[in-house]
Protein backbone atom coordinates (compact mmCIF):
# COMPACT_ATOMS: atom_id res chain seq x y z
CA UNK A 1 0.00 0.00 0.00
CA UNK A 2 1.16 3.78 -1.11
CA UNK A 3 0.12 5.21 2.27
CA UNK A 4 2.67 2.73 4.16
CA UNK A 5 5.71 3.27 1.26
CA UNK A 6 7.73 5.20 3.98
CA UNK A 7 7.90 1.44 6.07
CA UNK A 8 9.51 -0.07 2.68
CA UNK A 9 13.45 -0.28 2.83
CA UNK A 10 15.66 1.77 0.77
CA UNK A 11 17.77 0.56 -1.96
CA UNK A 12 20.77 2.96 -1.07
CA UNK A 13 21.29 4.41 1.88
CA UNK A 14 23.16 8.08 2.31
CA UNK A 15 25.14 9.74 4.83
CA UNK A 16 22.22 11.82 5.50
CA UNK A 17 19.99 9.38 5.76
CA UNK A 18 22.24 7.15 8.26
CA UNK A 19 22.96 10.58 10.26
CA UNK A 20 19.49 10.90 10.63
CA UNK A 21 18.05 7.22 11.60
CA UNK A 22 20.35 7.27 14.12
CA UNK A 23 19.51 10.32 15.69
CA UNK A 24 15.83 9.06 15.45
CA UNK A 25 17.19 6.19 16.89
CA UNK A 26 18.52 8.06 19.94
CA UNK A 27 15.19 8.99 20.94
CA UNK A 28 13.60 6.17 20.35
CA UNK A 29 15.40 4.67 23.04
CA UNK A 30 14.81 6.99 25.22
CA UNK A 31 10.98 7.17 25.30
CA UNK A 32 11.25 3.31 25.06
CA UNK A 33 12.85 3.02 27.98
CA UNK A 34 11.81 5.63 29.87
CA UNK A 35 8.51 3.55 29.64
CA UNK A 36 10.05 0.56 30.28
CA UNK A 37 11.03 2.31 33.68
CA UNK A 38 7.30 2.41 34.14
CA UNK A 39 6.34 -0.89 33.16
CA UNK A 40 8.83 -3.24 33.88
CA UNK A 41 9.73 -2.36 37.30
CA UNK A 42 8.50 -2.51 40.77
CA UNK A 43 5.58 -0.39 39.19
CA UNK A 44 3.97 -3.54 37.42
CA UNK A 45 4.49 -5.54 40.38
CA UNK A 46 2.80 -3.43 42.75
CA UNK A 47 0.17 -2.84 39.97
CA UNK A 48 -0.72 -6.39 39.54
CA UNK A 49 -0.77 -6.80 43.77
CA UNK A 50 -3.00 -3.95 43.85
CA UNK A 51 -5.44 -6.28 41.02
CA UNK A 52 -5.34 -9.14 43.43
CA UNK A 53 -2.08 -11.02 42.32
CA UNK A 54 -0.76 -13.96 44.79
CA UNK A 55 2.75 -14.96 44.44
CA UNK A 56 2.58 -17.91 41.91
CA UNK A 57 0.60 -14.76 39.64
CA UNK A 58 3.32 -12.26 40.05
CA UNK A 59 5.78 -14.99 39.12
CA UNK A 60 3.87 -15.99 35.91
CA UNK A 61 4.24 -11.98 35.13
CA UNK A 62 7.95 -11.85 35.13
CA UNK A 63 8.52 -14.83 33.46
CA UNK A 64 6.36 -14.11 30.38
CA UNK A 65 8.45 -12.19 28.72
CA UNK A 66 10.89 -15.30 28.85
CA UNK A 67 8.34 -17.26 27.82
CA UNK A 68 7.70 -15.77 24.95
CA UNK A 69 11.01 -15.04 23.40
CA UNK A 70 11.41 -18.35 21.53
CA UNK A 71 8.60 -17.11 19.32
CA UNK A 72 11.76 -15.31 17.45
CA UNK A 73 12.42 -18.49 15.57
CA UNK A 74 9.56 -18.50 13.85
CA UNK A 75 9.72 -15.06 13.31
CA UNK A 76 12.89 -15.79 11.55
CA UNK A 77 10.95 -17.11 8.41
CA UNK A 78 8.75 -14.19 8.59
CA UNK A 79 11.80 -11.67 7.90
CA UNK A 80 13.39 -14.24 5.35
CA UNK A 81 10.07 -14.18 3.34
CA UNK A 82 9.11 -10.30 3.67
CA UNK A 83 12.32 -8.87 3.53
CA UNK A 84 11.08 -5.83 5.84
CA UNK A 85 12.58 -5.62 8.95
CA UNK A 86 11.04 -1.68 9.66
CA UNK A 87 7.45 -2.75 8.53
CA UNK A 88 7.75 -5.89 10.85
CA UNK A 89 9.31 -4.03 13.57
CA UNK A 90 7.63 -1.33 13.58
CA UNK A 91 3.88 -2.84 12.91
CA UNK A 92 4.27 -4.97 16.07
CA UNK A 93 5.91 -2.81 18.69
CA UNK A 94 3.00 -0.44 17.44
CA UNK A 95 0.63 -3.07 18.87
CA UNK A 96 2.74 -3.93 21.77
CA UNK A 97 2.67 -0.69 23.09
CA UNK A 98 -1.19 -0.52 22.69
CA UNK A 99 -1.58 -3.37 24.98
CA UNK A 100 -0.72 -1.13 27.89
CA UNK A 101 -3.98 1.02 27.36
CA UNK A 102 -6.65 -1.78 27.93
CA UNK A 103 -3.96 -3.20 30.86
CA UNK A 104 -4.43 0.38 32.29
CA UNK A 105 -7.63 0.19 32.21
CA UNK A 106 -8.20 -2.72 33.79
CA UNK A 107 -9.54 -1.24 37.05
CA UNK A 108 -12.50 0.54 35.13
CA UNK A 109 -13.91 -2.50 33.62
CA UNK A 110 -13.45 -4.93 35.65
CA UNK A 111 -13.78 -4.82 39.80
CA UNK A 112 -10.60 -5.29 41.87
CA UNK A 113 -9.27 -6.96 43.18
CA UNK A 114 -10.38 -9.93 41.85
CA UNK A 115 -9.47 -13.18 39.77
CA UNK A 116 -10.80 -11.77 36.50
CA UNK A 117 -8.43 -8.41 36.91
CA UNK A 118 -5.14 -10.09 37.32
CA UNK A 119 -6.00 -12.79 35.10
CA UNK A 120 -6.67 -9.66 32.03
CA UNK A 121 -3.59 -8.95 33.23
CA UNK A 122 -1.76 -11.66 32.58
CA UNK A 123 -3.57 -12.45 29.00
CA UNK A 124 -3.00 -8.54 28.06
CA UNK A 125 1.37 -9.25 29.02
CA UNK A 126 1.71 -12.38 27.21
CA UNK A 127 -0.26 -10.57 24.16
CA UNK A 128 1.98 -7.75 24.54
CA UNK A 129 5.30 -9.87 24.76
CA UNK A 130 3.99 -12.39 21.61
CA UNK A 131 4.39 -8.82 19.51
CA UNK A 132 7.40 -7.56 21.00
CA UNK A 133 9.06 -10.84 21.11
CA UNK A 134 8.11 -10.70 16.70
CA UNK A 135 9.64 -7.01 17.01
CA UNK A 136 13.22 -7.94 18.29
CA UNK A 137 13.30 -10.80 15.78
CA UNK A 138 13.05 -8.14 13.04
CA UNK A 139 14.73 -4.65 15.09
CA UNK A 140 18.44 -6.62 15.52
CA UNK A 141 19.07 -7.02 12.15
CA UNK A 142 18.04 -4.09 10.71
CA UNK A 143 19.91 -2.32 13.53
CA UNK A 144 22.80 -4.10 13.09
CA UNK A 145 23.16 -2.96 8.86
CA UNK A 146 22.18 0.42 9.89
CA UNK A 147 24.97 1.12 12.74
CA UNK A 148 27.90 1.87 11.05
CA UNK A 149 30.49 -0.46 12.76
CA UNK A 150 33.42 1.87 13.07
CA UNK A 151 30.93 3.91 15.25
CA UNK A 152 28.96 0.75 16.75
CA UNK A 153 30.38 0.64 20.28
CA UNK A 154 30.45 4.58 21.05
CA UNK A 155 26.98 4.84 19.40
CA UNK A 156 25.70 2.23 21.47
CA UNK A 157 26.74 3.46 24.33
CA UNK A 158 25.80 6.90 24.24
CA UNK A 159 22.34 5.39 23.27
CA UNK A 160 22.19 3.55 26.80
CA UNK A 161 23.73 6.03 28.92
CA UNK A 162 20.59 8.86 27.64
CA UNK A 163 18.07 5.89 27.57
CA UNK A 164 19.08 5.29 31.22
CA UNK A 165 18.91 8.54 32.11
CA UNK A 166 15.44 9.00 30.59
CA UNK A 167 14.30 5.98 32.60
CA UNK A 168 15.47 7.31 36.13
CA UNK A 169 13.37 10.64 35.60
CA UNK A 170 10.47 8.45 34.12
CA UNK A 171 10.49 5.64 36.57
CA UNK A 172 10.95 7.97 39.50
CA UNK A 173 8.80 10.52 38.68
CA UNK A 174 5.63 7.17 37.81
CA UNK A 175 6.42 6.21 41.66
CA UNK A 176 6.38 9.32 43.34
CA UNK A 177 3.09 10.45 41.37
CA UNK A 178 1.51 7.07 42.80
CA UNK A 179 2.57 7.89 46.35
CA UNK A 180 0.97 11.05 46.00
CA UNK A 181 -2.40 9.75 44.46
CA UNK A 182 -2.79 7.00 47.14
CA UNK A 183 -2.08 9.95 49.97
CA UNK A 184 -4.80 12.40 48.08
CA UNK A 185 -7.47 9.67 47.80
CA UNK A 186 -9.34 6.04 49.78
CA UNK A 187 -10.23 2.81 49.35
CA UNK A 188 -10.77 1.44 46.00
CA UNK A 189 -9.38 4.59 44.15
CA UNK A 190 -5.88 4.38 45.10
CA UNK A 191 -5.69 2.13 42.22
CA UNK A 192 -6.41 4.71 39.60
CA UNK A 193 -2.88 5.90 40.68
CA UNK A 194 -1.15 2.88 38.31
CA UNK A 195 -3.97 4.12 36.18
CA UNK A 196 -3.15 7.49 35.13
CA UNK A 197 0.53 6.76 35.14
CA UNK A 198 -0.13 3.71 33.04
CA UNK A 199 -1.94 5.45 30.64
CA UNK A 200 0.31 8.92 30.38
CA UNK A 201 3.18 6.56 29.64
CA UNK A 202 1.50 4.98 27.28
CA UNK A 203 0.82 8.19 25.11
CA UNK A 204 3.71 10.31 25.94
CA UNK A 205 6.33 7.59 25.47
CA UNK A 206 4.96 4.38 24.29
CA UNK A 207 3.03 5.35 21.05
CA UNK A 208 6.02 7.60 20.78
CA UNK A 209 8.58 5.25 20.72
CA UNK A 210 6.92 3.28 17.18
CA UNK A 211 6.60 6.45 15.95
CA UNK A 212 10.32 7.44 15.82
CA UNK A 213 11.28 3.92 14.87
CA UNK A 214 9.22 4.33 11.58
CA UNK A 215 11.20 7.56 10.91
CA UNK A 216 14.79 5.57 10.64
CA UNK A 217 15.31 4.25 7.60
CA UNK A 218 16.32 0.25 6.60
CA UNK A 219 18.71 -1.01 4.12
CA UNK A 220 17.86 -3.19 1.67
CA UNK A 221 18.60 -7.12 3.14
CA UNK A 222 21.14 -8.63 1.56
CA UNK A 223 20.72 -12.21 -0.08
CA UNK A 224 22.28 -15.04 1.04
CA UNK A 225 23.21 -17.29 -1.97
CA UNK A 226 22.47 -21.03 -1.49
CA UNK A 227 19.97 -22.72 0.63
CA UNK A 228 19.45 -20.94 4.15
CA UNK A 229 20.17 -23.66 7.19
Same mark, same amino acid.
Given at each position: ???????????????Q???S? &??? *?????? $?S???????????? #?????? @????? %?????????? =? &?????? !?????? %??? +?????? /?????? =???? @??????? +??? $?? /?????????? *? +?? %? &? *????????? !????????W?R? +??????????? #???????????? %??? @?????F??????Q????????????????????????S?????? *??E??M????????
Open positions: MNAFRFLNPKPTISEDIHG &LKW *MIWEGA $VNGFSSITTSGIL #AAFALA @LGANS %VQIGILAAIP =F &LMQPLQ !IPAIFL %VDK +LKKRKA /IATIFW =FFAQ @LMWFPAA +LIP $VY /ISTPGAGAIS *M +LL %V &L *MAIRNIFGA !ICNCAWNPID +LIPQKILGSYT #ARRLAISTGVSI %VFG @LGAAFIEFWKGVIGEQAIYGYTYALVFGSVVLGLAPVFMSL *MPPLQFTPGENP
